[in-house]
């Protein structure tokens, strides 16, 4: 038997049952529906949107109200085997296998789907350790239970996630505190204007700012907490929350000898540096890019899936706006790459505001757009240049 009979026998295994891994599957189920599929996740195998995470408070929705389809079902949909509740501990690339919790599984194929974690920034004070991140279904569920019954919530981090947590809470009755060491909501994704608008939107809904600073210290007095910021003001609360941004899941990779940069390193067929094995999602870096979002997992997905069964396909990322759920001001942006040179043009229109970064001679090279203005969406998309 030759290397890609056998590479095929062993079927493909994939670490991760997140939106990168089970939309892997999918794609290569549309196209071969008999190959062998693995699935090891540290999660029960359990398929919910991860989205939703920063948006179901209001709603009253329960982690277990999230599970869109439980592992049984996704097995038996999809016809793949589920190791679940698995923790992964070495990855022999060598031998082509991997070691985990429950046993050695040889591959043909691996996919590493392993995603990312929440920052966490070190702080001092002796509440420190009560620093809440959502980052998975079981963190949801553990946050609504520490919040349950609770007024006030302080939350580090006025980006994507930030913005989110702070309308779905003020929806949910809460009294809630942003704090960041940015001068602005958004800061990476919105030009000032924008950023204006939105603020004052979440403001009126009840939002309080406390921009470029950050928390120096957190201590519990009793039943409440006590944030001391870097600019000498003090905020109580309830809970905090941390939302600072993702940082990919490396160590596995990493001690397997698999190349890193800021993700694991993949070419444009998401292939990594060891022969045989490909990444995906918020852990993979393709040319520079890593991108948490859910439009490039899909295009990745539908790119490696034919990759993986020996069908070469080369990933293109397209303008992919992105939606921050908002429902203060409903916002969707297409920032324009890192490097990219131009202004914003703001234009405000009733009901919302339209802001367009454009060359000098120009062209569209991104966009926010807020309220009524969203509605543009479609048709700036189609004059953006593609992203990969």
């Known amino acids: 038997m030759d290397h890609q ?61 999230l599970v869109s389809t439980n592992a049984e079902s996704m097995a038996t949909q999809l016809d793949i085997t589920i190791l679940g509740d698995a923790d992964v501990t070495a990855i022999d690339t060598g031998a082509q296998t991997v070691a985990t919790s429950k046993g050695n599984i040889s591959y043909g194929k691996l996919v590493l789907g392993l995603g990312a974690d929440q920052i966490r920034l070190a702080l001092e004070g002796n ?5 809440i991140t959502v980052n998975d279904l079981e963190d949801y569920a553990q946050f609504r239970k520490t919040i349950e019954g ?40 919105l030009p000032e204007a924008a950023a ?27 039943d409440s907490l006590s944030i001391t910021l870097a600019n000498g003001s003090a905020i109580h609360s309830d809970a905090f929350l941390s939302a600072v941004g993702l940082r990919p899941r490396l160590d596995l990779a990493q001690s397997a000898g698999i190349a890193t940069g800021v993700g694991i390193t993949v070419n444009r067929q998401l292939e990594t540096s060891a022969k045989n094995v490909y990444a995906i999602g918020d852990c993979a870096e393709v040319e520079g890019l890593v991108l948490p979002y859910v439009m490039p997992i899909m295009q990745a997905a539908r790119a490696l899936a034919p990759n993986l069964l020996g069908q070469a396909t080369v990933l293109n990322y397209p303008a992919m706006p992105v939606m921050v759920k908002t429902p203060a001001l409903p916002t969707i942006v ?28 120009g062209k569209l090279l991104g966009f926010a757009l807020m309220g ?14 593609p992203i990969l």
Not at 196 to 215: C, D, I, M
Not at 372 to 382: D, E, I, N, W
Request: with cysteine; net charge neutral; charged share 20%.
């Open 5 to 65: 009979n056998q590479s095929s026998s062993l079927g493909i295994v994939i670490i991760g049952s997140g939106l990168a891994g089970y939309t892997v599957i999918r794609e290569l189920r549309k196209i071969d529906k008999e190959i062998p599929i693995t699935l090891v996740t540290r999660e029960p195998g359990y398929f919910y949107s991860k989205p939703m995470l920063s948006t179901a408070l209001a709603s009253s929705k329960s982690a277990e109200q």
């Open 127 to 131: 509440a420190a350790n009560e620093v």
């Open 150 to 189: 609770k007024k006030r919530i302080a939350i580090l981090g006025a980006g994507l996630i930030g913005c989110e947590f702070a309308n779905d809470l003020v929806l949910g009755s809460y009294e809630v505190e942003v704090i960041d060491l940015a001068p602005q909501a958004l800061g990476r994704l």
């Open 196 to 222: 204006q608008a939105l603020q004052a939107k979440l403001s009126a809904a009840g939002v309080r700012w406390h921009f470029a600073t950050t928390v120096q210290s957190i201590d519990r007095n009793g």
């Open 334 to 361: 297409s920032p324009p790459a890192k490097g990219a040179v131009g202004d914003w043009k703001i234009n405000s229109v009733e009901g919302g505001l339209e802001a367009r970064f454009e060359s000098s001679d």
């Open 372 to 385: 009524t203005a969203t509605a543009q969406r479609g048709a700036l998309t189609k004059d953006l240049p």
